[in-house]
């Protein structure tokens, strides 16, 4: 379900994308992206509504630390993966930012509903700024006013094109949703058999499970070179993560962190978090390419930080 879900989801987006006249990385930030966040939005809902805040808050943190040290990193091993210089300057700075702002938030222990409110409107404008972006910049490049960005083919067979493109991508999330949920729920009924607490479980099963889908997206993608995408997916998850995920569930129910931000060790695992989110851009900067090499290091990373947490 995970590799024939993430199979339709590039194949979709990466048409729909070159049909509507958009950028790939415009696709890749926000309909790839959200769409294979859609496990951690559901699992952290439900987690803030039973109360077991802990795995809300642990799923989001850990997931945006698989995603960049974890998947980068071995996307990166199956292709260098090369981004358009923009993701460099301008949307990797963004995901820090918002990491430090979630920080900001956090530190009294508490997420209510006015600072989730916050993060739903950032991700609004978030959303509006790619899609504006993506648009100026095509019609300085064609140097007309874009009304329309219709292909010269027939109007039903240009509708029966675009319902193909949408179908790929509708069940292509499903199938990565689906597939990740079944991961998690496997994994959450073992590791609580084996009594571990409710942090461990969200940083490490529940934030990898949810994680799978941008991780056979992301490769999938790497394979098939089509880089913005790959790139931008997991991108565009951290930010949905912390953005749509959190903030939604904090406007549900106030997610209180137990023990306090301090003591509940979360504050080591933020750093981490902004560490991962750091890395790509200090690799990228100059030539905007993350080799081999790299995606080794990003590997490594993970597995230390793993490792700490079992240790922990």
């Given amino acids: 379900m995970l590799y024939f879900g993430a199979e339709w989801l590039v194949k979709g987006s990466s048409s729909l994308a070159q049909d509507l006249g958009v950028k790939r990385i415009v696709i890749g930030l926000t309909v790839v992206a959200f769409g294979t966040s859609a496990p951690e939005l559901v699992i952290s809902l439900v987690s803030a509504v039973q109360g077991k805040s802990m795995i809300a808050v642990g799923n989001v943190i850990g997931s945006n630390i698989c995603n960049i040290a974890l998947v980068l990193g071995l996307a990166a091993v199956f292709h260098p993966i090369t981004s358009n210089r923009s993701v460099v300057r301008r949307d990797i700075p963004i995901m820090l930012g918002i990491s430090l702002y979630l920080l900001a938030l956090t530190f009294n222990g508490r997420l209510g509903r006015i600072e989730g409110g916050t993060l739903v409107g950032g991700l609004i404008l978030y959303v ?161 390419t993350l080799t081999l090499k790299e995606g080794v290091t990003l590997l490594l990373f993970y597995t230390g930080y793993i490792v700490y947490l079992v240790a922990s």
């Fill in 128 to 288: 509006y700024f790619n899609y504006a972006i993506s648009v100026r910049e095509s019609k300085e490049r064609s140097g007309v006013e874009i009304e329309s960005p219709e292909t010269d083919l027939e109007p039903v067979r240009q509708k029966n094109v675009r319902a193909k493109q949408l179908l790929l991508i509708v069940v292509g999330i499903g199938g990565v949703v689906a597939g990740a949920q079944i991961v998690v729920d496997c994994a959450v009924k073992m590791m609580t058999i084996l009594g571990v607490n409710e942090k461990f479980i969200g940083l490490t099963i529940v934030a990898f499970g949810t994680s799978l889908p941008e991780l056979a997206t992301s490769v999938i993608a790497a394979i098939k070179k089509e880089m913005d995408i790959s790139i931008g997916n997991l991108i565009g998850s951290n930010v949905f993560n912390i953005m749509g995920v959190l903030g939604v569930s904090s406007l549900i129910t106030p997610i209180v962190i137990h023990g306090g931000f301090v003591e509940s060790g979360l504050l080591i695992d933020y750093l981490v978090m902004m560490l991962s989110s750091l890395f790509p851009w200090v690799m990228m900067r100059k030539d905007c």
